[in-house]
């Protein structure tokens, strides 16, 4: 992977440790899907949350050194250029009576959201961020969880995100970077298969088996 002399400077410290550790994992991953350069991200949205399977299966231990690994990120602020939201919180943060809502829960991802907002993050706390604001322009790069929002992303708005885990979008929201590869090659944005539907298609639930099985 060729990098410019900024991210090099960037992978080689220049701002900060942790910075360098977000790079790292960029580029460790691009060769791993063989991109051969970092590109600028313009958008990114990003699963900041302690998800319930972390906060209830794991030791104490190994949810403080989760928690901890988040509470570093949003220390950083947002990349300059790059509008940055926030997937959905595993807890209801407004209505607190609501069954299995653990309070300690509810304290940590209002804390995380709090930290992430001054960091500059907006905080959707959503899956379907195109529906609250985030609307990326055709064209623009970006780095989403979500696989469906990826798929609406991609598909409806013609923007480019291959599908990011917590930390690759956490990453290029801090950097500014995110590996070329995958759909975000002119390349592989071509359909290579077309579906005919000849039987009419009456409501919701008819749509949605169509692209259950077209998929």
Known sequence: MELTAEQ??????SRGAYLAQCLRWLVEWGRAMGARRLVRVDNTHCL??????????????????YVAG???????????????????????????DVPENDPAQ??????????????GFVPTFTCAPYLVGNVPLKG????????????????ILG?????????SALAASLTGWTPEFGVLLDENRRGTLRIEVSAELRNPTDWGALGYFAG
């Open 8 to 13: 090099q400077a960037v992978l080689d410290g």
């Open 159 to 167: 923007a480019r995100s291959t599908r990011h885990g917590t930390e």
């Open 48 to 65: 900041l949350p302690v998800p319930n399977q972390v906060a209830r299966g794991a030791s104490p231990e190994t949810v403080e050194r």
């Open 140 to 155: 623009e790069v970006c780095a989403w969880t979500e696989s469906s929002a990826v798929v609406y992303a991609n598909s």
């Open 70 to 96: 988040l509470r570093a990120a949003v220390e950083h602020p947002v990349a300059p250029g790059c509008y940055a939201t926030l997937h959905t919180a595993f807890v209801t943060l407004e209505e607190l």
């Open 106 to 119: 509810v304290k940590l991802q209002r804390e995380l959201g709090e930290l992430a907002a001054r960091a």
